[in-house]
């Protein structure tokens, strides 16, 4: 077993997080973090130059990503890692995802506008590296005065159960997960406690996802308690899926919740087979690593 740190769910500028992709490799390498997924929103045009620095860094980084599904109750995250190189037809799917982000922002900012917010689209742009999300919205809601901060923007405006609130579920869960298989990735299921199902119903739903194909359920994360790391992987095993872990680091300490600062601690909790496990099954994780 790897005597280093592995945290597969990260997020740089190239979506919503707060470090470029260098950064956040010289972040990971400085923290102990040997393998690295990074795993920005609907996009991996951010791999590239993550996998240079982590060349030179001796950070591993695995061809990452986070995608948006349709889900009654708001949104349903899958994560997944791909091979090298990833398919052409994968990456061609990713530029129509990266289209729709910028489809739902401008429709968020004419709500917003319709609500009369001071918003424009150019505050939005001027906030986004590359890739739009909700985050860009709340940050320039807080630039022109109305909101506090990202907090009070998604409370007042830009929340699931708000006015200007635009859905991203474009697409069904399970055509994901068929177009990750299809490109030889592997599938895990982001944030589980983010669906809000009651546990029966969450056995049901994630049975529905193992059947098309979902391969792990994100059971280790630091804003997990152990009693929720050990439900979950509980879970997981249930329907015969691998245990992953991640942070979802999106920045540094006191610009967001402290438990999700990349490699939080290491591999807390998770048990040695499960870890062996979920390594053997990820695209592109090295031989050595494996030992």
């Not at 470090?19 to 010289?26: H, I, K, Q, R, Y």
Request: glycine share 10%.
């Amino acid at each position: 077993m790897p005597a280093l740190l592995i945290d597969l769910h990260s997020h740089s500028t190239t979506s919503d997080g707060k470090l470029s992709p260098t950064e956040l490799v010289e972040l990971a390498a400085a923290r102990g973090v040997g393998l690295l997924g990074l795993t920005d929103h609907d996009t991996l045009r951010g791999i590239a130059e993550a996998q240079v620095a982590g060349a030179r860094l001796g950070v591993h980084v695995l061809h990452g990503i986070e995608i948006s599904g349709r889900y009654p109750g708001g949104q349903c995250h899958l994560l997944a890692w791909l091979p090298d190189p990833v398919p052409a037809k994968f990456v061609k799917w990713t530029y129509v995802k990266e289209q729709d982000r910028e489809v739902r922002a401008r429709a968020m900012v004419k709500r917003l506008q319709d609500e009369r917010s001071k918003i424009t689209w150019d505050d939005v742009r001027a906030r986004a590296a590359f890739n739009i999300g909700r985050p860009h919205v709340a940050d320039a809601l807080v630039a022109v005065g109305d909101a506090e901060d990202r907090k009070d923007a998604f409370a007042k405006w830009i929340g699931n159960d708000c006015k200007s609130y635009v859905s991203s579920g474009k697409t069904e869960p399970v055509e994901v997960i068929c177009r990750v298989l299809e490109a030889g990735g592997l599938v895990s299921l982001a944030h589980p406690y983010s669906l809000n199902l009651e546990e029966a119903a969450l056995d049901v739903y994630i049975q529905e996802l193992a059947d098309a194909g979902l391969g792990a359920i994100e059971a280790h994360r630091g804003d997990q308690d152990a009693a929720t790391q050990a439900d979950y992987s509980a879970l997981a095993r249930r329907h015969g899926l691998l245990v992953s872990i991640g942070s979802d680091f999106h920045a540094l300490k006191g610009e967001t919740d402290r438990k999700r600062e990349l490699g939080w601690g290491g591999n807390p909790g998770i048990a040695e087979d499960d870890l062996a496990a979920l390594l053997s099954r990820l695209p592109g994780v090295p031989a050595s690593l494996l030992s």
